[in-house]
C-alpha cells in the first residue's frame, strides 16, 4: 500500500517540495516546527522540516530519495542535546511510534525500537527477569540516543549490554551490524555519523524480578538526590577527562552556581548546565565555554562537550526557513 506523506500547512518551502518529490511517503513532514519543545533544554531554533517516519522502511524510502545536499539531523528524546537559537536547517528526522516494540526473545535477550524511551527498556528487563539492564533506568534518553552516545551509568555502559543493531545510511541502505564494528568508547560511537538506529538486541542475564525492580528504585532515588533532575538540563555536559572527574574539575574552577542570564551551572551537580527560565541556546553555549576556560586556566585541562550542540546561531539569519536552500 502506498499513500502520500502528509505535510503541515502549506509553506511553499522545503516539505513541500519533499512531498512532492516523494509520493510514496508514508510519514509525516512539517515545516518549521519548534525545536525547543522537543529538547530537555527548552531552548533553540526551528527545524527547516521535521519528518517523522512511519517505520523503518519508510525511513529507508526517504533517505534513499531525498537530494544529497539538504542536510539531515537525527534526534532521540533531545536529553543531549543543546540546539542553537537559528535552528537547524534541512531535515530532522525523530523517530516514533513505528519505532516503539520492545520483544522479548529467548537466551535472556531483548529487541527494543530506537525510539523506546531508555527507562521502557529497563523496566520491560525487569518484568522478564532479565538482568543487567537496569542502569538505563537512569538515562532519559531513548534507545537511538543510547546506542549513537554510548550511554552508561552505574558502572555500566551502552556497549556491554548490546548485541547488534539495526540502522539506515544516507542512501536509504539497512544494515544489521554486530557491536564489534560499532568503534565504541567512553561517550562514542565510531560508526559513521550518517548512520540512523532503528532497533537494538540486548543481552542480559538471569535475574529475579523483584531484585531487579528493587534496583532500579535505587537508582532512581539517587538520581533524584545528587542531580537536578526536575531542571531544563542536559545532563552531564562534559565528558569526564582521562583520569579526572569533569565536576570536580569544574568546582575548583568556582564555576558552581556560575550563570549568564537564565543559564546556569548548577548548584546541586556543577557538571550540569540549567535553564532557569529564560535562557537562550548562546548563553548556554557560552557559559560552557566560559567553564571550559576556567578550566583550562586552573587546572590545565580541556574539557570535552558530551552534549551534543546542533543547528545555526541567531547570527546567520536562519531562524525562519521560508525557502529550500538550492534553487
Ligand atoms: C537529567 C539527565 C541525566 C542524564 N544522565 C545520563 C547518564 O547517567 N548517562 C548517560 O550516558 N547520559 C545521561 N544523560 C544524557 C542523555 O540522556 C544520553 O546521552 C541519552 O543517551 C541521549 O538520548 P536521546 O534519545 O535523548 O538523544 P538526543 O539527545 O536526542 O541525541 C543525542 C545524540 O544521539 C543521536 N541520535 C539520537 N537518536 C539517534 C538514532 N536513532 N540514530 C543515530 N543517532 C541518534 C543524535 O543525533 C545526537 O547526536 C542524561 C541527561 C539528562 C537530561
Redesign the pocket.
Known amino acids: 500500500m502506498s499513500s502520500t506523506g502528509t505535510t503541515s500547512a502549506s509553506t511553499g518551502g522545503l516539505a513541500d517540495e519533499l512531498a512532492a518529490r516523494l509520493p510514496d511517503l508514508r510519514g509525516r513532514l512539517k515545516a518549521d516546527v519548534a525545536l525547543a519543545d522537543l529538547?530537555?533544554f527548552r531552548v533553540g531554533g526551528p527545524a527547516q522540516v521535521l519528518y517523522s517516519p512511519a517505520d523503518e522502511a519508510d525511513l529507508a524510502y526517504f533517505l534513499a530519495r531525498v537530494p544529497r545536499d539538504i542536510p539531515v539531523?537525527?534526534?532521540?528524546?533531545?536529553?543531549?542535546?543543546l540546539v542553537r537559537d537559528g535552528g537547524i536547517k534541512g531535515v530532522v528526522i525523530r523517530?516514533g511510534r513505528g519505532f516503539g516494540e520492545i520483544t522479548v526473545e529467548d537466551g535472556y535477550r531483548l529487541r527494543a525500537g530506537?525510539a523506546v524511551p531508555?527507562v521502557k527498556v529497563a523496566r520491560a528487563a525487569a518484568d522478564a527477569g532479565i538482568a543487567g539492564l537496569s542502569f538505563y533506568r537512569?538515562?532519559?534518553?531513548?534507545?537511538?540516543?543510547?546506542?549513537?552516545?554510548?550511554?552508561?551509568?552505574h558502572g555500566r555502559?551502552t556497549k556491554e549490554v548490546v548485541v547488534e543493531v539495526r540502522?539506515v545510511d544516507r542512501q536509504g541502505r539497512i544494515h544489521v551490524l554486530p557491536v564489534q564494528v560499532l568503534g565504541y568508547s567512553y561517550?562514542h560511537c565510531g560508526a559513521s555519523d550518517d548512520?540512523?538506529?532503528?532497533e537494538a538486541l540486548f543481552q542480559g542475564v538471569p535475574g529475579e524480578p523483584a531484585k531487579i525492580l528493587a534496583e532500579m528504585d535505587d537508582i532512581a532515588a539517587y538520581?533524584e538526590e545528587v542531580?537536578?533532575?526536575k531542571s531544563r538540563?542536559?545532563?552531564?555536559t562534559f565528558k569526564n577527562p582521562e583520569g579526572h572527574k569533569a565536576w570536580q574539575l569544574i568546582d575548583a574552577a568556582g564555576c558552581r552556581g556560575l550563570a549568564i542570564g537564565d543559564a546556569k551551572v548548577s548548584e546541586m551537580h556543577c557538571n550540569?548546565l540549567i535553564n532557569e527560565g529564560k535562557a537562550t541556546g548562546a548563553e548556554l553555549e557560552e557559559l560552557g565555554e566560559t567553564v571550559r576556560a576556567r578550566v583550562k586556566e586552573t587546572s590545565g585541562v580541556d574539557l570535552d562537550w558530551?552534549i551534543?550542540r546542533?543547528g545555526e546561531p541567531r547570527e546567520s539569519g536562519a531562524s525562519s526557513f521560508g525557502k529550500p536552500p538550492r534553487e
Open positions: 529538547t530537555w539531523t537525527v534526534i532521540g528524546l533531545g536529553s543531549n542535546l523517530l530506537a531508555d537512569g538515562i532519559p534518553g531513548s534507545v537511538g540516543g543510547a546506542l549513537r552516545m554510548n550511554g552508561g551509568a555502559e540502522a561517550r548512520l540512523i538506529f532503528t538520581r542531580q537536578p533532575i538540563t542536559g545532563g552531564s550540569f558530551e551534543k546542533l
